[in-house]
């Protein structure tokens, strides 16, 4: 895999949040299901009480997706500016393509009081909890190696070549779940029961830390 982080933004002042407002990172290996997960996420009674942040990437849409809704697809040219301007609070090249999250979309969430729930790569996410000490890092693991190789190939969204890459970084990606504030295992067949889990996680942390602003 192939990463390189994005400039420090230039002249970008921070934005406080509103008190108790969460800027939560879901991340995981290829295949684990976290667009599913957080599908599910949003389901839930209080999704209106959050945010899901719509990630920037140079990737070609696949046909079931649609732009703005999975991700903002945009060029290489643009990706750029998006960079060099400071508009992306992180930003990773993941599998040749770009990946980056939308600065202002974090904070006029989290400004508005709705926590801003954040779907990147670990990477990416070491690269925001670096800058956001306060960010809560959520990973999703699989029950193991093997089921999530199963999912990856059922999935047949990638090249042979593709899918021994996508399979190696997961095993790598795995090994740094000890970087994150808690792991969750989507279990298979199980994705309620997932995102009740990281629902719970959010409950009892806006309950400990009621009075926390999320400086971003």
Same mark, same amino acid.
């Given at each position: 895999?192939?990463?390189?982080?994005?400039?420090?933004?230039? +002249?970008?002042?921070?934005?406080?949040?509103?008190?108790?407002?969460?800027?939560? !990172?879901?991340?995981?290996?290829?295949?684990? +299901?976290?667009?599913?997960?957080?599908?599910?996420?949003?389901?839930?009674?209080?999704?209106?009480?959050?945010?899901?942040?719509?990630?920037?990437?140079?990737?070609?849409?696949?046909?079931?997706?649609?732009?703005?809704?999975?991700?903002?697809?945009?060029?290489?040219?643009?990706?750029?500016?998006?960079?060099?301007?400071?508009?992306?609070?992180?930003?990773?090249?993941?599998?040749?393509?770009?990946?980056?999250?939308?600065?202002?979309?974090?904070?006029?969430?989290?400004?508005?009081?709705?926590?801003?729930? %954040?779907?990147?790569?670990?990477?990416?996410?070491?690269?925001?909890?670096?800058?956001?000490?306060?960010?809560?890092?959520?990973? %999703?693991?699989?029950?193991? %190696?093997?089921?999530?190789?199963? @999912?990856?190939?059922?999935?047949?969204?990638?090249?042979?070549?593709?899918?021994? !890459?996508?399979q190696r970084d997961a095993a790598l990606e795995i090994a740094r779940q000890k970087d994150y504030d808690h792991v969750v295992t989507n279990e298979t067949g199980q994705v309620e029961r997932?995102?009740? @889990?990281?629902?719970?996680? %959010?409950?009892?942390?806006?309950?400990?830390?009621?009075? @926390?602003?999320? @400086?971003?």
């Amino acid at each position: 895999m192939t990463r390189s982080g994005a400039r420090a933004p230039v +002249g970008d002042p921070t934005i406080v949040g509103a008190p108790g407002a969460l800027l939560v !990172i879901v991340s995981g290996p290829s295949g684990v +299901g976290k667009d599913t997960v957080i599908e599910a996420l949003k389901r839930l009674p209080d999704s209106d009480l959050r945010h899901y942040v719509v990630t920037c990437t140079t990737r070609p849409a696949r046909s079931y997706e649609v732009d703005g809704v999975h991700y903002h697809f945009v060029d290489a040219v643009e990706f750029q500016r998006l960079r060099e301007h400071g508009e992306l609070l992180e930003a990773n090249e993941v599998h040749g393509h770009w990946y980056g999250t939308p600065r202002d979309e974090v904070r006029r969430s989290l400004v508005a009081g709705r926590d801003a729930i %954040l779907k990147i790569d670990v990477q990416g996410a070491a690269d925001v909890k670096q800058k956001v000490p306060d960010a809560l890092l959520v990973f %999703l693991v699989p029950p193991s %190696l093997e089921d999530l190789f199963s @999912r990856l190939q059922s999935r047949a969204t990638e090249s042979a070549d593709e899918l021994d !890459i996508r399979q190696r970084d997961a095993a790598l990606e795995i090994a740094r779940q000890k970087d994150y504030d808690h792991v969750v295992t989507n279990e298979t067949g199980q994705v309620e029961r997932t995102a009740q @889990r990281i629902d719970d996680i %959010l409950h009892r942390e806006k309950a400990a830390h009621p009075d @926390r602003r999320t @400086r971003v």
